[in-house]
Structure formats: structure tokens, C-alpha cells
């Protein structure tokens, strides 16, 4: 994949737990699971924007392009 | 999930689970109703009797034999229906579930399809091998052999082609829902 997902890094940084974040966005942990292992095939701005939010952060801590595979 | 859409749900369980008891009622029936229409075929009221043996025979009773014969050829399409019916029961039970957008579903209704084209073309049969049938104890030079494509035959195939179209479209739907799964 070349978008990583630096959702561990970001949570991490700010000290929170998963299910935490999950819980303040309104998603399940199964869901959030899936965009910390990178295996979801989108995300909706909606979601972005409110990992942002509590995360305190720019799209861009948490997307990263990388050209590794 | 919003009360509308809880509703919905609710409703696809109960109206699949009556639609699935109804064809298990259909797969056992109908070889029973096959075989009682052909033995007790003598004693029917005229309305219940079929056009093909009014037309092709003067005497309208059958003999044992031919009463046989005539099950025989009739649980051709009628073996095709009961099929059909266990497809349809699959299909429904997989809806009680709510699994709507599954590779099962898409195999049922595929195979549904192919099934309903298959009874077109064994329909056909059924009637050549039918008109064979109850006129095999008239004399030589007065039985009949006739093939012959109605509208009901050529309606079996266009809603088997539909159906197995259908059977793609909701192939595409179980692609999207699956990706689906994975939108965050």
C-alpha cells in the first residue's frame, strides 16, 4: 500500500487509546481497527475530520504517501 | 440503524420466512399433486382436464399405463420446479438472515435462472413427450409425435435470462458491499 496510516503514531503522541478515539468519532473499533492496519479502501472526510479534531491534528499526520510497498 | 430501515428488516425476515415455508409446501406437494391429477385423472370434472389428451384422443379415458407414462413425462418440469423451490428456499433463508449480498446469494439466483431457461426447454419436451405418451395405444399410423414453442415456453426463457442478469447485477452489488466493509 502506498497511503500509510499513522493512526498508532498520532494516538500514541497524544496519549489516547483506541477505543477511546473510536468513541469520541462516533465509529466502531472494529472500524477504527481497520484503518490502523490499513486495510480500509477509504475514508470518509467525515471521519478525517473528526480523528483531526480529537487528535488535534492535520490529514496529514495521519495519511502518509509513501512509494515503498 | 433508523426505525424505517429497523422496520424494512423486519419485514424482508417475516414475508422471506412465509416465502420459504411456502416453497418447502411446493416441494412436497407437487409431486403428490402430479401423481394424484394422472391416477385420478379418469374421474375429474371436463375443466380439469387437459387440452392435449382432449385434442389427441377421441376416448378422453387413459389407461393405466398411459396415466403412468404421463407422470413420468410430467415430473420432468415438475423435478425442475422442485429445484427451482429449494433454490428459492436457499435464497429466502439466506434473507431471514439478513445476509442480502452475499456469493451465496448471487449462486442462488444465478442458479434460479439457469434453472427457469432449463424449464423452457424441458417444457417443450414435456409436451412432445406427452402428446407421445397418450396417443402410444392408438393404432400405428394415428400416434403423434409434435414439437411446439408457446408463449409460455418463450416467457420461461426471457425471465430465466433476466433472472440470471439479475444474478450479475447483485454480483455487482456484493463487490460494492464488500468494499463497503472496508469504508471508514
Same mark, same amino acid.
Given at each position: 500500500?502506498?497511503?500509510?496510516?499513522?493512526?498508532?503514531?498520532?494516538? @500514541? &503522541?497524544?496519549?489516547?487509546? /483506541?477505543?477511546?478515539?473510536?468513541?469520541?468519532?462516533?465509529?466502531?473499533? %472494529?472500524?477504527?481497527? *481497520? $484503518?490502523?492496519?490499513?486495510? @480500509? &479502501?477509504?475514508?470518509?472526510? /467525515?471521519?478525517?475530520?473528526?480523528?483531526?479534531?480529537?487528535?488535534?491534528? %492535520?490529514?496529514?499526520? *495521519? $495519511?502518509?504517501?509513501?512509494?515503498?510497498? | 440503524?433508523?426505525?424505517?430501515?429497523?422496520?424494512?428488516?423486519?419485514?424482508?425476515?417475516?414475508?422471506?420466512?412465509?416465502?420459504?415455508?411456502?416453497?418447502?409446501?411446493?416441494?412436497?406437494?407437487?409431486?403428490?399433486?402430479?401423481?394424484?391429477?394422472?391416477?385420478?385423472?379418469?374421474?375429474?370434472?371436463?375443466?380439469?382436464?387437459?387440452?392435449?389428451?382432449?385434442?389427441?384422443?377421441?376416448?378422453?379415458?387413459?389407461?393405466?399405463?398411459?396415466?403412468?407414462?404421463?407422470?413420468?413425462?410430467?415430473?420432468?418440469?415438475?423435478?425442475?420446479?422442485?429445484?427451482?423451490?429449494?433454490?428459492?428456499?436457499?435464497?429466502?433463508?439466506?434473507?431471514?438472515?439478513?445476509?442480502?449480498?452475499?456469493?451465496?446469494?448471487?449462486?442462488?439466483?444465478?442458479?434460479?435462472?439457469?434453472?427457469?431457461?432449463?424449464?423452457?426447454?424441458?417444457?417443450?419436451?414435456?409436451?412432445?413427450?406427452?402428446?407421445?405418451?397418450?396417443?402410444?395405444?392408438?393404432?400405428?399410423?394415428?400416434?403423434?409425435?409434435?414439437?411446439?414453442?408457446?408463449?409460455?415456453?418463450?416467457?420461461?426463457?426471457?425471465?430465466?435470462?433476466?433472472?440470471?442478469?439479475?444474478?450479475?447485477?447483485?454480483?455487482?452489488?456484493?463487490?460494492?458491499?464488500?468494499?463497503?466493509?472496508?469504508?471508514?
Amino acid at each position: 500500500m502506498t497511503i500509510r496510516i499513522n493512526l498508532d503514531v498520532m494516538l @500514541a &503522541k497524544r496519549k489516547m487509546k /483506541s477505543n477511546e478515539l473510536a468513541k469520541f468519532i462516533g465509529i466502531t473499533e %472494529q472500524n477504527l481497527s *481497520i $484503518l490502523k492496519t490499513g486495510k @480500509a &479502501k477509504a475514508i470518509r472526510i /467525515s471521519t478525517l475530520e473528526m480523528i483531526c479534531r480529537h487528535l488535534e491534528c %492535520q490529514p496529514g499526520d *495521519i $495519511l502518509e504517501y509513501s512509494e515503498d510497498e | 440503524m433508523e426505525k424505517s430501515n429497523i422496520e424494512n428488516i423486519s419485514r424482508i425476515k417475516k414475508i422471506s420466512s412465509r416465502l420459504r415455508l411456502a416453497c418447502s409446501a411446493i416441494f412436497y406437494l407437487l409431486p403428490l399433486v402430479i401423481i394424484s391429477y394422472w391416477s385420478f385423472y379418469n374421474e375429474l370434472p371436463e375443466g380439469f382436464k387437459s387440452g392435449l389428451v382432449k385434442q389427441y384422443l377421441k376416448d378422453p379415458l387413459l389407461p393405466v399405463v398411459t396415466r403412468i407414462l404421463c407422470i413420468a413425462v410430467d415430473m420432468i418440469p415438475g423435478a425442475i420446479i422442485m429445484l427451482s423451490t429449494r433454490y428459492l428456499s436457499g435464497l429466502f433463508s439466506l434473507y431471514e438472515k439478513t445476509v442480502f449480498f452475499s456469493e451465496e446469494n448471487v449462486a442462488y439466483i444465478r442458479k434460479l435462472g439457469n434453472i427457469v431457461i432449463l424449464w423452457s426447454f424441458m417444457d417443450i419436451l414435456k409436451q412432445t413427450l406427452l402428446i407421445l405418451a397418450i396417443t402410444l395405444n392408438n393404432p400405428p399410423g394415428q400416434r403423434f409425435l409434435a414439437i411446439g414453442i408457446g408463449t409460455f415456453q418463450l416467457s420461461l426463457l426471457l425471465i430465466g435470462y433476466i433472472i440470471v442478469l439479475f444474478a450479475r447485477v447483485m454480483d455487482e452489488a456484493r463487490v460494492m458491499n464488500d468494499e463497503q466493509q472496508f469504508i471508514v
